[in-house]
């Protein structure tokens, strides 16, 4: 899939604020926006990445990004907060501090895009080496190859995604990194 086809979610109370941060992403992905709290919890499940903003609520007072954060795993989201709310009390890993710059803000989406796909990469991997990989996967690796050909430009894409992964990246999916310490991971080839 490329980064066309991702679709971002931006939902915050501050509608000039979604209008300007939609300007900025549509071109490169599809973005869908709401100021409301329930549209954007009915809207998840479609999306690869919901920028969310703090204190967006639903109608019944529910904290959009903390009901995200208690759905789990399958979410790539960063919360958007203001420079007044307190760094300790954020509900997602990533976060931005409004104002938010173009360039912070496309980064951010790139970032958690990777993730997405590195989590793609690995679910793909992990369904062919239990012999339960589907059809159509979407991952773009071509399904008239072997499996053992398969896997190989599965490990290679892997490889190549984790080489652009930082410390932050790693924590990410691993969450075994600590703050300021640097990481090099081992390549999937390595291992072996």
Not at 26 to 38: A, M
Request: glycine share 8%; hydrophobic share 40%; with cysteine.
């Amino acid at each position: 899939m490329t980064d066309a086809e991702r679709t971002v979610l931006v939902a915050d109370t501050d509608a000039d604020a979604v209008a300007e941060y939609r300007s900025w992403l549509t071109g490169e992905y599809r973005v869908e926006t709401t100021t409301d709290g329930t549209d954007a919890l009915a809207r998840l499940e479609a999306v690869d990445v919901a920028l969310i903003g703090r204190g967006l609520r639903t109608a019944d007072g529910t904290v959009v990004a903390r009901a995200v954060e208690r759905r789990g795993e399958g979410y790539a989201m960063a919360v958007l907060r203001g420079d007044d709310e307190s760094e300790r009390d954020r509900t997602a890993a990533v976060a931005l501090t409004e104002p938010v710059s173009n360039a912070a803000l496309c980064e951010t989406v790139d970032r958690l895009l990777r993730r997405v796909r590195y989590d793609e990469l690995m679910d793909e991997c992990a369904a062919l080496a239990a012999g339960d990989a589907p059809e159509d996967t979407g991952t773009g690796i071509d399904r008239d190859v072997s499996e053992a050909d398969r896997l190989e430009e599965l490990l290679a894409a892997v490889d190549a995604l984790r080489d652009g992964f930082d410390g932050e990246d790693f924590r990410a999916a691993f969450g075994t990194c600590t703050y300021g310490e640097s990481a090099r991971a081992e390549g999937v080839r390595e291992r072996s």
